[in-house]
């Protein structure tokens, strides 16, 4: 029997609803707060993950679905996109006014990772982006934005860690003391690494080796190398973050496995997600747009796990809401012609509810809606035509009422 690619799973059920639970809240605060969505493909040339995530960095590395298309071009099955949609906003030229650009996306990333529990090779974004603005107020605007997204999902448990990482003008001296400070242990370093302490040091810090966690114990700290601007910049993000109340700690090891950050780099991480406990992470990326190629001009933004996500409120809230509460039973050809014109004026009313259409008896039908966590079952014999009414059997307390078929949708909602 065929089976889905290994690293890569069917949604459905519960975590579906989920899902859609997560898109629907995060669409509604990231609309209110200005937002626009932006769909970008999922291939993408190669070229754009290599000149943005980095050359030495593990995503383009180690874990690219890449491929040669029939038509001979290099292409890769998105990692991550940030760079797909700084790549878009440079082909329509959305950035050459100046003016801030706020932008949102949800959809599938692909990185072929080691398989663990959170962890998959297909899996899902929300991520927002924005582009023009290079103050920390924009960087406060943006998690505080994130902050009443998962407010809005009930979350608890979350810490969010931010750093700086300076600007490229501030990294040779760091990598010198990175290099120095490795060269000094050199053997206790995995091979990769070696090759890291070459193309970008940088990359050494978050081997994930922990041989090399032990060597890296007491490394010079990108933050005793900020220039002064880069400082200030750090300062004021943490003065704002403090008078908004927005709880944070510094961890000045916190450097991410993407190349493009400059300046602020942060992490969410969730005390219940376990293992995989980065739930977001994001940063500041002002160099990244003229780098593909496009005007000089600043942004931030951050991409939220959706897996990760789901997984944390199936575990905190349970089961997610019925969809359908009630299902509506028709008993006998009347009650099945009737049925169909009661269902489609509650649906066109906006009433949530399913139509029993198999033609099965009453057993059968209660049967799956037991089954189904349906709530109330509405039945419809002749007896209830007659009288202009529906049986509505509670499934949970087994209990019946007679309905008013012109009170039905009231009573739904209620
Ligand atoms: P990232 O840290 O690579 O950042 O990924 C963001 C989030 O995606 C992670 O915190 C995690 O929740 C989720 N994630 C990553 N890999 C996997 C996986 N294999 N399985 C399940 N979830 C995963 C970025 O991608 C940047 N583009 C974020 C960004 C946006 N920076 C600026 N703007």
Redesign the pocket.
């Known amino acids: 029997m065929a089976q889905a690619v290994k690293g890569t799973r069917d949604l459905f059920g519960n975590e579906m609803k989920w899902f859609q639970k997560i898109e629907d809240t995060a669409r509604r605060v990231f609309a209110s707060h200005g937002y626009e969505e932006i769909r970008t493909p999922i291939l993408e040339e190669l070229e754009v993950f290599k000149r943005s995530v980095g050359e030495s960095s593990d995503i383009v590395n180690k874990e690219m679905y890449e491929f040669v298309d029939k038509g001979g071009r290099h292409v890769v099955m998105r990692p991550?996109?940030?760079a797909g949609v700084v790549r878009a906003m440079i082909q329509h030229k959305l950035l050459i006014n100046n003016d801030p650009r706020l932008l949102y996306y949800i959809g599938p990333m692909f990185?072929y990772?080691r398989m663990q529990a959170?962890?998959?090779?297909q899996?899902w974004?929300i991520?927002a982006?924005s582009f023009g603005v290079a103050s920390p107020e924009s960087e406060a605007e943006s998690l505080m934005m994130l902050f009443a997204f998962l407010r809005e999902l009930g979350l608890k448990h979350l810490s969010l860690s931010i750093n700086s990482v300076g600007t490229p003008e501030c990294r040779p001296a760091f990598h010198e003391a990175i290099r120095a400070f490795f060269q000094a242990r050199e053997a206790q370093f995995c091979e990769d690494c070696h090759r890291r302490i070459e193309t970008n040091p940088l990359r050494v810090l978050d081997c994930k080796v922990p041989g090399c966690q032990v060597a890296l114990e007491g490394h010079p700290l990108i933050t005793e190398f900020l220039d002064e601007a880069s400082q200030k910049h750090h300062d004021r993000l943490k003065a704002l973050l403090t008078a908004l109340d927005v709880p944070f700690e510094e961890n000045p090891r916190l450097v991410?496995?993407?190349d493009y950050y400059t300046r602020t780099a942060f992490?969410v991480l969730s005390s219940d997600l376990g293992a995989q406990s980065?739930?977001?992470?994001?940063?500041r990326?002002d160099g990244l747009v003229k780098h593909l190629g496009g005007p000089e001009v600043p942004a931030f933004?951050?991409?939220?796990?959706l897996?990760?996500l789901a997984m944390l409120m199936q575990q905190l809230h349970g089961d997610a809401p019925q969809s359908a509460p009630a299902l509506l039973i028709p008993l006998g050809d009347a009650a099945a012609l009737k049925a169909l014109t009661l269902a489609r004026d509650w649906w066109r009313m906006g009433l949530t509810l399913q139509l029993e259409t198999r033609g099965v008896n009453l057993k059968k039908a209660l049967t799956s809606a037991n089954r189904q966590g349906t709530r109330f079952a509405l039945l419809l014999g002749d007896g209830e035509l007659e009288k202009g009414i529906v049986a509505a059997k509670d499934l949970q307390t087994g209990t019946q009422e007679e309905w008013p078929l012109n009170e039905v949708a009231s009573r739904l909602r209620e």
């Open positions: 991550e996109n940030t990185r990772e959170g962890r998959y090779r899996f974004q991520g982006e991410r496995g993407l992490e980065a739930l977001l992470g994001g940063g990326y933004g951050w991409a939220i796990g897996d990760r």
